[in-house]
């Protein structure tokens, strides 16, 4: 499995289905009748990831948006980004 | 072959194969949707086999029952029959009306939902639940406390938000007709061998379709009845489950469930009916319903569901 932290731009699965529900995204799994709900940072990594993004780039938009310093989230959005990868709702862009 | 009209979850069906469940239309406007027999090409190599008997090929959204037949449905409009040699017409109607009508209707770009509906004021309310739970004797104490009964067994819920209008009839195992009194004599079986009946119901018109503004679950648990509502992720689980043949939810259908089901969970209230285990009022179950109707049906809704009703925006791809 790739590692969140690689020097990579990871990026949103085309095939993945999401709504969003006021504050939250609701995200269907690749399984039947799986389903995610993030909000708070989440759901703005997850807004963001509709475009390819670099772990960096990622700590640095949610740094700006939640006024904190990137090193301080750093950790939190790699496991984000794990998390993601392996339920394989974000891929590495070409 | 003759062909029969007939009209049903607001559509005009033209079929080769009888159907007395449903109500007959004159002569006049072309059909939505024909029903024919015919032989039903077998699914291709790169066909996605389902569990059930189901399969998905291309356009084509089919089921295979052994010793009944095979059943194939195109652009929700067309429904073929392929009926197994010496199988009997109940059985094959069985089928027709269950899943076939059920695949037609999700092609249809309806989030069809395995429960019933009922008539409160100017909307409606929607019990869902496993086989067994209890949904259609509900429905039927619902009935009997004069809520118009809008569907049995499958709820096809359009892009507007709105429940359909199936035919007029219950489906009641013989143990559920006994406990509310309803005599079995002049009751048709639902399919050979069942000791499940229909109970056809009085409906003074047809309905309209209605605006779905409740949804329950009826479930069980160690602990008195008590109603629990469902929100964020675990909503759209619980329509999923509750979904009629959600086998069939792959490619095109997957999105439209999910938008279907994100515009129900937004206009709607959704909850958990939990009851005692090993008692079975169905009394004190449709009182509990009846009374969180109540609760919830308070001013300013209506603005809020106008505000909400229009499709989400799908983000991905």
Same mark, same amino acid.
């Given at each position: ?58 700590? *640095? ?34 | ?48 086999? %389902? ?10 959204? @089919? ?5 009944? @037949? ?16 010496? *199988? ?9 009306? @269950? ?13 069809? +939902? ?13 019990? +869902? ?9 509900? *429905? ?31 489906? %009641? ?6 406990? %509310? ?5 002049? %009751? ?64 095109? +259908? ?12 937004? *206009? ?50």
């Amino acid at each position: 499995m790739r590692r969140a932290d690689q020097p990579q731009r990871w990026v949103r699965d085309p095939a993945l289905h999401a709504v969003e529900m006021g504050e939250e995204f609701v995200m269907m799994g690749l399984d039947q009748g799986e389903y995610y709900a993030v909000k708070g940072v989440a759901a703005s990594l997850w807004r963001h990831l509709a475009e390819p993004r670099e772990l960096a780039e990622l700590c *640095a938009l949610v740094a700006e948006e939640y006024d904190i310093t990137a090193e301080r989230c750093r950790d939190d959005v790699a496991a984000f980004l794990e998390q993601l990868l392996s339920k394989r709702m974000v891929r590495a862009a070409s | 072959m003759d062909t029969r009209r007939y009209t049903g979850f607001g559509l005009h069906i033209d079929s080769d194969l009888p159907l007395p469940d449903l109500p007959r239309r004159p002569a006049g406007r072309r059909p939505d949707v024909v029903i024919r027999r015919g032989r039903v090409r077998p699914p291709s190599a790169s066909a996605r086999r %389902l569990p059930r008997g189901l399969w998905a090929d291309g356009d084509r959204i @089919g089921v295979d029952v052994p010793d009944v @037949g095979r059943y194939a449905c195109e652009r929700g409009a067309l429904i073929t029959v392929d009926a197994a040699r010496g *199988a009997r017409p109940d059985a094959v109607r069985l089928f027709l009306l @269950g899943s076939a009508l059920g695949i037609l209707l999700a092609q249809r770009g309806h989030l069809v +939902l395995h429960g019933n509906a009922f008539v409160v004021g100017d909307a409606c309310a929607v019990v +869902l639940g496993r086989s067994g739970a209890g949904k259609s004797t509900l *429905a039927a104490e619902m009935h009997r406390r004069g809520h118009v009964v809008l569907s049995d067994d499958v709820v096809p819920v359009d892009a507007r938000g709105r429940a359909l209008p199936g035919w007029p009839r219950i489906k %009641l195992w013989q143990d559920a007709l006994d406990r %509310l009194g309803i005599p079995l004599s002049g %009751l048709d079986r639902v399919g050979p061998g069942f000791d499940k009946f229909h109970v056809p119901l009085e409906r003074s018109a047809d309905p309209s379709p209605m605006q779905v503004r409740w949804l329950y679950v009826l479930d069980r648990h160690d602990g008195p009845l008590r109603v629990v509502p469902i929100t964020g992720a675990a909503a759209f689980t619980s329509l999923h489950e509750h979904t009629y043949r959600n086998e069939i939810l792959v490619g095109e +259908l997957r999105r439209t469930h999910l938008a279907r089901s994100a515009d129900l969970v937004r *206009a709607a209230r959704l909850a958990r009916v939990d009851r005692p285990r090993g008692v079975d009022s169905v009394a004190a179950s449709a009182d509990a319903i009846l009374a969180d109707i109540r609760a919830d049906d308070r001013p300013g809704r209506e603005e809020e569901l106008h505000a909400t009703s229009r499709p989400a925006p799908a983000v991905g791809a």
